[in-house]
């Protein structure tokens, strides 16, 4: 007689996209998955949120590479256009660097952006192309190398592409030396730098390769979601419960349970205990290794981390509509040295970099009519920056307060949106310590591990833990990193792993 075939227990630790796709997949190849989020909703920093009229992404609001999430679907035997639309924003976005100045427009038509760039520096707009085309290089070396591949085993090293995109990437330079030897005029070296920050670095401190966001976003431009971002969170949590994925919300993991070097399921805070024959941590990683696994128990642990900055952020509901597009930048002046201050010495900017997202504008249903949801994103230092108290009232005034202030100052004094206490029906503040309480990121680092060289690539912690055969991970923080395209990129490399790895999790 045949012995039916059981299939094996996989948990998920976190319902942020990394988990959510890689159960999709998981359930699929035959495996019994279960999903357990702390939070009361799923998506993570890819979730949003509702009050008074106005929704809000609370995290991604630019989607880059939308074929990725279009190949997602594939794999699951779907269309991505019978659950999502996806609509192009042009121009991407506009840069202001200054109070009052005519802004420099982003378009993903190079023609377009090759004369917005020559009433800037008619000699920098005739180095667009060249540079697009050294970019190219990157996202193309990156692309077939390390995005969509496990980069873990020696073979994986020895690969040509891997030697020549590493090659590349080592020898390179920085992201700064790569933009810098392109273009002189500083507003257009801000403009397609500024970009690391959708990584939570400073271009001058990760490798020249990371040009190839800013690549992304000119050729392919940047998209939305009517509704908002989240929504891919939501479509890709119903599409993974009807392939037969259990996710249980408002169940916090407080460890992951071994038995020697191997896992044998996780406890939670109320008391319970979940068996599984595998876990992937999609918490993010430096939390797994602290707080979720005894530590000391792998040589990940014994690295020292390098974090990414935080997010200071304003979720403003405004009773009138504002005279500003989907996407705008304000860089200040000395953007690389506010950088510095923000990255190196730790300290609060006094002329911090703002993006402000409004998203009412390509999607009027998102705030009430004669209204628009404002979304300000300020990166600010993590908690390591032992100076910035966020929680601590002196002279009746908190870091908060006086912060938020000065934000709210700078947009009128720059956009002249004349924007009055008055005008703000809702409001929702997080700073970086809501991150690290509300999503467990290790030191409020908003965007996970930092993407510098050393922890790029095959440096990047990779997905699955180097001693626990049966613990792996999936998420911003691990191979090969943060954003919506990568982290599916991330998904699928764990899913092909897991599969590699458990031949016999799949039944028949
Ligand atoms: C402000 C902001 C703006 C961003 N903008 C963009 C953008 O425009 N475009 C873009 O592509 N990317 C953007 N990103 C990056 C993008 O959001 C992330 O890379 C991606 O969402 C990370 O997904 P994840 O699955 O790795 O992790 P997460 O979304 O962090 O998911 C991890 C999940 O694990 C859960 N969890 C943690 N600990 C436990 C525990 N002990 N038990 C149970 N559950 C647990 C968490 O609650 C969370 O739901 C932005 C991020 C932020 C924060």
């Known amino acids: ?53 106005y929704t809000f992404d609370a995290g991604p609001t630019i989607l880059l590479m939308p074929g990725v999430l279009d190949e997602f679907f594939l794999r699951l035997g779907k269309r991505r256009q019978d659950y999502l639309d996806f609509v192009p924003v042009e121009p991407v976005s506009r840069i202001h660097f200054g109070p009052g100045d005519a802004p420099l427009e982003l378009s993903a038509d190079v023609a377009k952006m090759k004369s917005n760039l020559a009433a800037f520096s008619p000699s920098d707009s005739k180095n667009y192309e060249r540079y697009l ?4 290089t990157y996202y193309d070396a990156a692309l077939s190398a390390f995005l969509q591949a496990n980069v873990h085993r020696v073979t994986d090293f020895l690969r040509p592409s891997v030697i020549s995109a590493f090659a590349q990437i080592g020898l390179s330079g920085s992201y700064w030396d790569h933009v810098c030897r392109y273009f002189e005029d500083p507003r257009i070296r801000a403009a397609f730098s500024f970009q690391s920050i959708y990584v939570g670095a400073s271009p ?37 419960q009807k392939g037969g994925v259990n996710i249980q919300t408002g169940k916090k993991v407080k460890q992951i349970r071994l038995e020697k070097n191997k896992v044998i399921g996780v406890d939670l805070f109320d008391g319970s205990f979940v068996p599984a024959d595998l876990v992937v941590s999609n918490a993010d990683l430096p939390y797994s290794y602290a707080h979720l696994l005894p530590q000391k128990s792998s040589p990940v642990q014994q690295r020292k981390l390098e974090p990414s900055c935080s997010a200071f952020m304003m979720y403003l509901g405004v009773k009138r509509k504002l005279p500003i597009g989907p996407h705008t930048f304000l860089l200040p002046s000395d953007f690389i040295s506010s950088l510095e201050a923000l ?96 999503y467990s990121l290790e030191w409020g680092s908003t965007f996970g591990l930092s993407p510098t060289l050393q922890q790029s690539a095959f440096f990047r912690p990779q997905n699955r833990d180097p ?38 999790g799949i039944p028949g």
Request: charge should be positive; charged fraction near 20%; hydrophobic fraction near 40%.
């Open 1 to 53: 007689m045949v012995e039916p075939t059981v299939a094996k227990k996989a948990v998920i630790i976190g319902a942020g996209i990394g988990g959510l796709a890689t159960a999709a997949q998981l359930v699929q190849k035959g495996f019994d998955v279960t999903v357990l989020e702390k939070n009361a909703r799923i998506g993570g920093r890819l979730s949003g949120f509702s009050a008074e009229g």
């Open 204 to 240: 001058r401190d990760i490798p020249a390769a990371y040009g190839l966001i800013q690549y992304v976003e000119a050729t392919q431009g940047a998209w939305s979601v009517p509704g908002g971002l989240h929504r891919i969170a939501s479509v890709m949590a119903d599409v993974a």
């Open 467 to 504: 001693r626990v055969k049966n613990l792996y991970f999936v998420g911003g923080s691990t191979h090969p990193g943060s954003g919506i395209p990568i982290v599916l990129f991330s998904a699928n490399n764990v899913v092909q792993r897991i599969v590699d790895e458990n031949p016999s």
């Open 343 to 438: 990255f190196h010495d730790k300290r609060l900017p006094l002329n911090p970099g703002i993006y402000l997202n409004c998203p009412s504008k390509l999607f009027p249903e998102m705030a009430p009519k004669n209204g628009d949801a404002l979304y300000v994103l300020v990166p600010v230092p993590n908690l390591q920056a032992a100076s910035i108290d966020w929680k601590t009232q002196k002279k009746g005034q908190t870091q908060v307060s006086l912060f938020r202030q000065l934000v709210l100052d700078k947009i009128n004094d720059w956009l002249h949106l004349d924007l009055k206490e008055s005008d703000i029906a809702f409001e929702r503040i997080v700073t970086p310590a809501d991150w690290q309480d509300q």
């Open 133 to 136: 085309a050294k970019s190219k």
